[in-house]
């Protein structure tokens, strides 16, 4: 079992930045790519960015391009999601899950995952 709880989450004015954690109990064989996702009221959850351990290769939505960046702590167990320039509509809760052997090529969906966290909620707004 993998036990994924997120922070940082925050109220920020439009064109501020917030980087949000994911603390992983463990990386596993198995279980090496966390993904971030969010969900804005009235909108299906959707992938935003995802990271595999195995090697660092990332995937970014376009909704993220140029603006937010995924990167890992190797030591601390711990993927972060830099978000710059944010805009009203990256209001939403953000969650981290993880999937069993999943590598971060592409695209990824909410139902494929095993594993998530409780959310941490970004809202832009001045």
């Known amino acids: 079992q993998v036990h994924l709880v997120e922070s940082g989450g925050d109220l920020v004015q439009p064109g501020g930045s917030l980087r949000l954690s994911c603390a992983v109990s463990?990386?596993?064989?198995?279980?090496?790519?966390i993904g971030w996702f969010r969900q804005a009221p009235g909108k299906e959850r959707e992938g935003v960015s995802c990271i595999s351990t195995s090697d660092g290769a990332t995937y970014y939505a376009d909704s993220a391009k140029g603006r937010f960046t995924i990167s890992r702590d190797a030591a601390k167990n711990t993927v972060y999601l830099q978000m710059n320039s944010l805009s009203p509509e990256d209001t939403a809760v953000y969650y981290c899950?993880?999937?069993?052997?999943?590598?971060?090529?592409?695209?990824?969906?909410?139902?494929?995952?095993?594993?998530w966290g409780e959310g941490t909620l970004v809202t832009v707004s001045s």
């Open positions: 463990r990386f596993t064989r198995d279980y090496y790519t």
């Open positions: 899950a993880t999937d069993r052997l999943w590598y971060c090529r592409g695209t990824f969906y909410y139902y494929d995952m095993d594993y």
